[in-house]
């Protein structure tokens, strides 16, 4: 083992030094606060090691932000790099670098986190569970993702960023064309993160499937609850696929085999193959829990029962089994041949039917109803038409012949962003908005909320929209800098100027955040929103650890507009309040998150007898947990009333 | 709410503005085709704008009379909404209305398939001129067998006569896109696949690779010029005659990455070796890629280091070309 000391960090590029300056200051301030504030052990004790579903949400979230900060400045710097012709901002390996950060960390680490972190909030709440199936593993799922997501930070200053595009294809991504570690860092570090999704996906599986309240078939279950249900059985369907491409892409580049390489019989098609074969039901796993986000809002805020309940169930079943069916299509210039493309055209535009019936459901439910224009519902009505766009020219690159037009430009670019941002970002946001009161015990103030949302729309629409057009003009997608001549720049230059509104809209948000923390009133009404419909609404706000005092019965699809409305059924009867076997917290997962950062690390740098040695540090913890006889402890009820008789007040409390 | 439909109003009339005196723009290439491949894309796309512009139409309108009619007011404050499940006629309907429109956009949408993988109707009587377009990092190189001559970053066909592009790739994946001639499609080491164009205009178009491969990617762009039959024929002679011979040596060193201008010969590397062969010789040459970053160890076969390995061996990135 040959270590080059003097070549594991970047050097000679201003803009990475700063950076890792701006690392080591930043690390270095968190570490002195934290041990000036004497907040160390509530960190570890509190947070770090809890297995609280709420906790581990909000941990997902916290990371789900940075990452968007992360990726969005990656996204500035191509638009900053192609604002004007020839320039010279960024070379054209630095840029390559750029968009594969960009699109690795915006899809699976920030929405990825997100959305997991919204369904750790509020999917065990809103169907009655007090936390999910496997606590501890939930922790642990976190803990691989946010090591997976270090990991593959640290690239930019340390050992050199991936630079094959989001997709690393090969045989470019291969050691042939790209010698450096800069893809190792993309194939470890997305394994390690996809092991810790894996195991998320089993683990809300069975907590859906086992820990419903009592009453709640699987056809009264909120929408949201539904679409997490589905989008975990894609994430056990798709993932193993991933895992096992990036396992032979591992074993490519650094072990020498041949799987994709252009010598010795590789096929580099095959990874293309399979990375869509999960990249495409990927997609699905984002925008299916944004789909039951926006079920939710738009009942409540037009205080009406979502229409169509049995159509929007099918519709996202359709949906998941026909995403299985149509990654060809990101490939439809591969040559495979007219028949197959045309297969693959008919399951691809098939899509557009259960997305319609979606469409238009949220539309009537809609019809009749009261619609109040809230930060989370504004974000819902701004995504139905620009969704539309996203799908509407879905459907023209699903059409293959003229695919063949479309591919690889920034049509296909301009395309892919119009369905997630308004699929999955607008969704984020509503979340937030939405389910913040009942995290946290506060709302985020709407007016800033406003100002959030106007300049982010105005910033995403001038961003993307161009882009169409740009790619009927002939632009490639991934094209560091283009001629003068070309004609692309006024386009190139007005999308440039969007990306500035997007910026401003996010710090918006952050700034938001801020203000609201500070400033916006408490309450501790268990329906702030005032039109709530699902069950995490009938308990206490902000959420006690133990989720409900009692676990409700359920008589319909809105369990908490149901209980509303027969006022009696509502009230707690402290009788029946029993004491909560709650788990345990548990250091493990930490450890194995580091564990496998560090195994990981190792391997990267193709140190193999450092990593073959840290992975007994992760075999370690394995067995530290087989060993483990911790059977959680309970909530006494004195505690249990207490608490319920402090935001209940009298007209929710049966004294007997 | 009034006073900020009127700002985006002006924000947008200013960007329209920028826009309309964003002097030399582009043309929409896609729409202005040059041939008939190109045409019969274009005929399919105008077909789906047509459905989608109005798929556009209704489900906006539909949206706006909603969300107006609907919205909250201080004089409907108690206005109970009614709880309704759903209706099973309307959901049928608006399942079966886009399930007619992705029909009605299928079937065109197979029939151009299938037309393009064939010589365009009209020219079926004429031999089509073949030449193998070879992609290696970062140039295009056309070999035409039957003239036996071979150019590197142009191509020049002559018009009104299909032309049957033979596409492979000496490394990376590359994707050969004319976009006023054709769409796109993939070049792939030791696989070929099969492109036929007509240009129906003398003229010279823009070519591309559009599949990312790497840091000279951007520049990866060729012209084609399609020329009278006369012109062409002209041009091939010349070629032949005082074109320079081109070498296997002279190849290998071409095939390094690196960006090349025009180049002619009055030979074709497929004497020496066919990219698209399965078990064709390989030019690879790793260390040549290195960037900035820690190096990875690289896996070269030894039978198939055609090139001097000297240049790389006082500073061995990542330590042992190990197993061999």
């Keep these: ?215 709640m078939k699987l056809m009264r279950m909120p929408m949201f609850s539904w679409t997490t249900l589905i989008t975990s059985l894609i994430i056990v369907i798709a993932f193993p696929i991933f895992t096992v491409a990036l396992l032979l892409g591992t074993m490519d580049r650094i072990f020498g085999t041949h799987f994709f390489t252009v010598a010795d019989g590789g096929l580099d098609m095959l990874w293309a193959n399979l990375f869509w074969l999960w990249g495409h039901p990927e997609v699905y ?352 009820v004195e505690e249990i009333i207490e608490k319920e008789r402090t935001w209940r007040g009298d007209s929710k409390w049966k004294a007997k | 709410m009034k006073k900020r439909k009127s700002l985006l109003l002006s924000v947008v009339s200013v960007m329209l503005v920028f826009l309309l005196s964003g002097c030399e723009m582009a043309e929409l290439v896609v729409f202005n085709p040059k041939g008939p491949q190109a045409e019969k894309i274009l005929d399919l796309i105008n077909w789906s704008l047509v459905w989608i512009g109005l798929i556009m139409v209704v489900v906006i309108a539909l949206f706006v009379y909603i969300v107006w009619k609907y919205r909250a007011r201080p004089d409907n404050a108690d206005y109970e909404p009614p709880q309704e499940k759903g209706n099973h006629l309307v959901e049928i309907i608006w399942t079966a209305i886009p399930f007619i429109i992705v029909v009605i956009l299928m079937v065109p949408t197979v029939t151009t398939l299938f037309d393009l993988e064939e010589v365009p109707a009209g020219y079926e009587d004429q031999e089509p001129l073949v030449i193998h377009a070879t992609s290696a990092d970062w140039k295009w190189i056309f070999s035409y067998p039957e003239q036996n001559i071979e150019t590197i970053n142009y191509v020049n066909i002559p018009v009104n006569r299909p032309v049957l592009f033979k596409l492979t790739s000496a490394g990376t994946m590359q994707s050969f896109w004319i976009p006023a001639l054709s769409g796109q499609k993939y070049t792939m080491a030791k696989m070929e696949t099969e492109l036929y164009i007509v240009a129906d205009h003398e003229g010279s178009y823009f070519g591309r690779n559009s599949n990312f491969n790497g840091k000279g990617f951007k520049e990866m762009e060729f012209e084609v010029l399609a020329q009278s039959p006369q012109d062409f024929d002209k041009w091939v002679k010349e070629v032949q005659e005082k074109a320079p011979k081109l070498t296997e040596e002279m190849y290998a060193e071409k095939l390094k990455p690196s960006h090349l201008g025009r180049e002619t010969f009055s030979n074709t590397h497929l004497e020496w070796v066919d990219h698209a062969d399965h078990h064709a010789k390989e030019y690879l040459n790793p260390e040549l890629y290195r960037v900035h970053g820690y190096p990875g160890k690289t896996f070269t076969d030894e039978n198939n280091d055609i090139d001097n390995d000297t240049e790389n061996s006082d500073h061995h990135h990542g330590g042992d070309h190990s197993g061999h």
């Design chain 1, 1 to 215: 083992m040959d270590i080059k000391w003097d070549k594991i960090l970047i050097t000679g590029d201003p803009l990475i030094l700063g950076s890792q300056i701006a690392i080591v200051l930043t690390m270095v301030g968190i570490v002195v606060g934290l041990t000036y504030f004497k907040k160390w052990k509530y960190l570890w004790s509190e947070w770090l090691t809890s297995v609280d579903h709420k906790r581990i949400g909000i941990m997902y979230i916290i990371m789900g932000v940075l990452m968007f900060f992360r990726g969005g400045v990656d996204g500035l710097m191509m638009k900053a790099q192609t604002a004007v012709p020839e320039n010279t901002f960024l070379d054209a390996q630095h840029y390559n670098e750029v968009f594969t950060t960009h699109g690795v960390i915006m899809i699976l680490f920030m929405a990825m986190p997100m959305l997991i972190g919204i369904i750790n909030i509020a999917m065990p709440l809103q169907i009655g569970a007090r936390d999910v199936a496997f606590p501890q593993l939930n922790l642990l799922s976190f803990w691989l993702t946010f090591a997976g997501a270090m990991l593959f930070n640290l690239s930019f200053v340390v050992g050199g960023s991936p630079d094959a595009g989001w997709t690393s294809y090969f045989p470019l991504a291969g050691k042939e064309f790209t010698p450096g570690i800069g893809n190792n860092f993309y194939m470890v570090a997305l394994q390690i993160a996809g092991i810790g999704t894996l195991m998320s996906g089993i683990n809300f599986i069975v907590t859906i499937m086992k820990m419903r309240a009592p009453g």
């Design chain 1, 285 to 636: 796993i984002v925008i299916l829990p944004a789909f039951g986000i926006y079920s939710e809002v738009v009942a409540t805020f037009s205080k009406k029962r979502l229409y169509g309940y049995t159509s929007m169930v099918m519709a996202i079943v359709v949906i998941s089994a026909l995403s299985m069916l149509v990654w060809v299509h990101h490939f439809y210039t591969m040559g495979v041949g007219p028949a197959v493309n045309s297969v693959f055209s008919i399951t691809t535009m098939a899509i557009a039917v259960p997305t319609g019936i979606k469409m238009f459901n949220w539309l009537f439910t809609m019809r009749k109803g009261r619609i109040e224009f809230t930060a989370p519902m504004m974000w819902t009505l701004a995504f139905i038409p620009t969704f539309l766009i996203g799908g509407v020219t879905g459907v023209m690159l699903g059409m293959a012949a003229a695919d063949f037009q479309y591919h690889n430009t920034l049509f296909l670019v301009a395309h892919f962003h119009y369905t997630l941002i308004p699929g999955v970002v607008y969704a984020v946001f509503a979340a937030l908005y939405y389910w913040w009161p009942k995290v946290f015990g506060f709302k985020l103030n709407e007016r800033i909320g406003k100002w959030h949302f106007w300049l982010f729309n105005i910033g995403f629409n001038l961003t993307f929209f161009p882009m169409f057009f740009l790619g009927l003009q002939g632009a490639a997608r991934r094209m560091y800098t283009y001629s003068e001549e070309s004609g692309l720049w006024p386009l190139y230059a007005l999308s440039a100027v969007g990306a500035i509104f997007l910026a401003a809209g996010f710090a918006a948000l952050c700034y938001n955040i801020y203000w609201s923390i500070r400033y916006e009133k408490r309450t501790t009404e268990n329906d702030p929103w005032g039109t709530a419909r699902t069950l995490e609404w009938a308990t206490a706000t902000p959420v006690p650890h133990y989720n409900f005092a009692v676990v409700p019965e359920v008589t319909d699809v809105d369990a908490y507009w149901e209980m509303k409305k027969n006022k009696d059924n509502f009230a707690l009867d402290p009788n029946k309040i029993k004491p909560i076997h709650m788990p345990s917290n548990s250091g493990l997962p930490v450890y194995m998150g580091a564990a496998f950062l560090i195994a990981g690390f190792f391997l990267v740098f193709e140190w193999i007898p450092l990593a073959a040695i840290s992975a007994f540090l992760i075999f370690a913890g394995m067995i530290k947990r087989s060993f483990e006889y911790d059977d959680g402890y309970y909530v006494p």
